[in-house]
């Protein structure tokens, strides 16, 4: 129950409240949101910011986009939530749109990003058991360097960065961690008992890291030859993010397997899903997986519409004129404080040199100008506007993110 007392408390007041009463595994910057509409939003003083992170890509439709608003009071005032021990009218025709988008054969919806990724290794292994015939208890999947796929702590057991390992262990085993974008070591990696090779086609959380041209297609070429699936996480890339549907279609790969969420529940529900041909996905038995929440009925109407408005809405095209007209403006900023600029689509990352700012520091200078953006790896400013931003908006952004680096 929220006391009375607390209604009209300060911005520092929310944040020490905040800081004393939840766990600390996040360091927010010191800004307390209240609304958002679009590619804004507004701080409990009234200020009004520009998103530039699109919560990770899960509000790529914007802010309280108002039709997926409608279908989320629809469905809410009709059915919200029933078990997956029943059928209800509305999954189906969310798990028949989802596959028509990703051209596989069947899905199976979760909610978080990071219960999607664990479906997945549990669908491989049970592929490598059943159909590849590898011993019982000794399937391996191949990894990359500097992979993100969230933070539980089967997924912790592959991950490079010890600051997500430390004090968690012991680990899951049966993962080999191989460099991201090198084709020769992954195929030298793979072993009778290898099932899957599990990869994003951009790494987002590395500080948007974008392969080697081809090596997305040679990977998947690499799989097919050594009968192993090839698994692909697009949570972060998916859904018009990189100026495509999803960016492995920028080299016209279809993985075996597909990780989603974020941009699936519109920025309203959390939705994910595998998706995969019916070779992999064949491997699910009543009773071998399940979520209580996955696949209800008021997360499947909203991600039904928000699949419906990023194809009516030609968000991935959107996303792929504005990307270049972004990362073009951006290359005008003079300042030797920036050692790269990484992007495709609307998903560009800031590669700063510490020797002359870091980018905590620049993300607090774009907070007092009214951008909101967040660093990654210290040295690394990331820009994800939601793809409904407007190249007159965008101008905006563009401005302030020259004052503040020019300004260094």
């Not at 629809?74 to 969310?94: I, K, N």
């Not at 391996?140 to 360097?145: F, G, K, L, N």
């Not at 997305?216 to 890339?237: G, M, T, Y």
Request: proline letters at 5%; glycine letters at 10%; hydrophobic letters at 40%.
């Amino acid at each position: 129950m929220i006391d009375d007392k607390n209604i009209d408390l300060t911005s520092q007041e929310l944040i020490d409240l905040e800081e004393k009463q939840c766990a600390h595994n996040y360091r927010p910057l010191p800004v307390v949101l209240t609304r958002g509409q679009g590619v804004w939003l507004w701080d409990v003083d009234g200020k009004k910011y520009l998103d530039m992170m699109s919560a990770y890509s899960a509000v790529s439709h914007g802010h309280c986009h108002p039709k997926l608003l409608a279908v989320l009071t629809e469905q809410a005032g009709r059915l919200s939530m029933c078990s997956r021990a029943y059928y209800t009218d509305v999954l189906p025709r969310f798990l028949q749109k989802l596959c028509d988008v990703t051209g596989m054969d069947r899905a199976l919806p979760m909610n978080t990003g990071a219960e999607a990724v664990e479906t997945a290794i549990k669908a491989v292994r049970r592929w490598g058991y059943f159909s590849k015939k590898i011993p019982q208890d000794q399937a391996e999947i191949i990894v990359m360097s500097n992979n993100f796929h969230g933070r539980t702590s089967g997924i912790i057991s592959f991950s490079s960065d010890s600051n997500y390992k430390a004090g968690f262990g012991p680990f899951l085993p049966g993962f080999k961690e191989v460099p991201f974008g090198d084709a020769g070591a992954l195929e030298n990696a793979i072993t009778p008992h290898t099932c899957a090779v599990l990869t994003e086609p951009i790494q987002g959380e590395a500080g948007i890291i974008i392969p080697p041209q081809g090596w997305l297609a040679e990977a998947a070429r690499i799989c097919k030859k050594n009968d192993v699936l090839f698994i692909v996480d697009e949570i972060q890339s998916g859904f018009g993010r990189t100026g495509k549907m999803f960016a492995c279609q920028h080299e016209d790969v279809q993985p075996d397997g597909m990780i989603l969420g974020k941009a699936l529940g519109g920025g309203f529900y959390p939705v994910s899903a595998l998706v995969g041909k019916e070779h992999l996905m064949h491997v699910f038995t009543p009773g071998s997986h399940g979520s209580t929440f996955g696949g209800n009925p008021l997360g499947a109407a909203v991600a039904l519409r928000a699949l419906e408005l990023i194809e009516e809405d030609r968000l991935a095209e959107r996303s792929a004129e504005l990307g270049a007209y972004f990362m073009n403006q951006l290359k005008t900023i003079k300042t030797p404080a920036i050692r790269q600029l990484r992007g495709i689509g609307l998903w560009i990352g800031i590669d700063l040199d510490p020797a002359y700012i870091n980018a905590r520091t620049v993300c607090e200078k774009l907070k007092e100008q009214g951008v909101l953006s967040k660093e990654t790896h210290e040295t690394v400013v990331r820009l994800a506007p939601p793809l409904v931003i407007t190249r007159q908006e965008l101008d905006w952004g563009i401005e302030k993110i020259q004052t503040v680096l020019e300004g260094v």
